[in-house]
């Protein structure tokens, strides 16, 4: 929490002083009864005392000045509200690495699945776009709110040959740009891959581009590192390459993930798809500070007559 103005939180020190008071006029009660009586004495002839009730109205009522004065103060607070408008490009690695089975049934097959389901949990007004990338990259489905055309776009991807990462991202980029030059939305690139980049312009290069046009690309690195398709007759051995992967997010101020199986696949886009739709924006929260302190001093006040019928 941060303050506006926090000068006025000086006069928690008027608080304070207060308190010290109660406390110093409440001993010096306690003081004289003993002195002037025994303490069996007191017992028969005082009335019942109401105990922490008679202390109640007055730490409610002195909590309720703490309060008011910070809401003097103007505090800030950082809430997550749900983003109104934002394009995501989905770009999706089809090249034939993605044919092997170490994730069930393969992880061309589960890729899509997933990516479908993330397309459908973002929010309506979102735009939302396809990018299929091997040897070199292509807008498979432009950027709308028509998120059902995107999905029939995933569906009906085919494996090709290499792997384009970095045009992967360049492509990209240029779709995000199409999108209201005048006012963008807030974009983000989601990049899925189980290789390495063996084809097109290098990721540094990519990785400058859009961070210079503050688009942040997340990425997620596919396959177990036992990953392997049969390729002319022969087993190749196909990892996805995670630092350059990783290397690629951190410089655009994206999110990296690794996804070895079906379910982490999903609960990674489950993640992406949480921290896309929202937003931590800084807001005062003046009123509902002052509408705390208005209950505890009505709490005082209400206390202060239902125990000993007058006010503190």
Do not use: C
């Amino acid at each position: 929490m941060r303050f506006e103005q926090p000068l006025w939180l000086w006069l928690l020190v008027l608080v304070a002083a207060l308190v010290a008071a109660y406390l110093v006029v409440q001993r010096r009660r306690t003081k004289y009864a003993v002195r002037f009586a025994t303490l069996p004495m007191l017992e028969k002839v005082a009335p019942k005392r109401p105990g922490w009730r008679r202390h109640a109205p007055a730490v409610a009522f002195l909590a309720a000045l703490t309060v008011l004065t910070t809401a003097i103060a103007r505090p800030v607070a950082d809430v997550r509200v749900p983003r109104e408008r934002a394009t995501v490009l989905v770009a999706m690695d089809v090249s034939q690495s993605m044919a092997a089975t170490d994730v069930a049934p393969n992880r061309f097959e589960v890729a899509k699945q997933a990516a479908v389901q993330f397309v459908q949990d973002l929010p309506a007004k979102f735009n939302v776009g396809l990018v299929s990338f091997a040897g070199t990259a292509t807008v498979v489905a432009t950027p709308s709110t028509n998120h059902q055309a995107t999905v029939d776009a995933i569906n009906g991807l085919q494996l090709s040959d290499s792997t384009a990462i970095g045009e992967a991202v360049l492509t990209s980029l240029q779709a995000v740009r199409s999108i209201d030059p005048d006012d963008p939305p807030p974009s983000r690139i989601v990049l899925l891959s189980d290789g390495g980049n063996t084809a097109g312009r290098p990721i540094d290069e990519a990785a400058q581009e859009a961070k210079q046009a503050g688009v942040p690309v997340s990425t997620i690195a596919y396959g177990t590192p036992q990953g392997a398709v049969n390729l002319g007759g022969r087993a190749i051995q196909v990892p996805a390459d995670t630092e350059a992967l990783q290397g690629l997010a951190d410089a655009t101020d994206g999110s990296s993930y690794s996804a070895a199986s079906d379910q982490q696949l999903r609960d990674v886009y489950s993640d992406l798809q949480s921290s896309i739709g929202w937003t931590t924006e800084a807001r005062e929260i003046t009123n509902l500070v002052a509408g705390a302190a208005l209950a505890a001093a009505l709490l005082a006040a209400l206390a202060s007559l239902l125990w000993f019928s007058r006010l503190p």
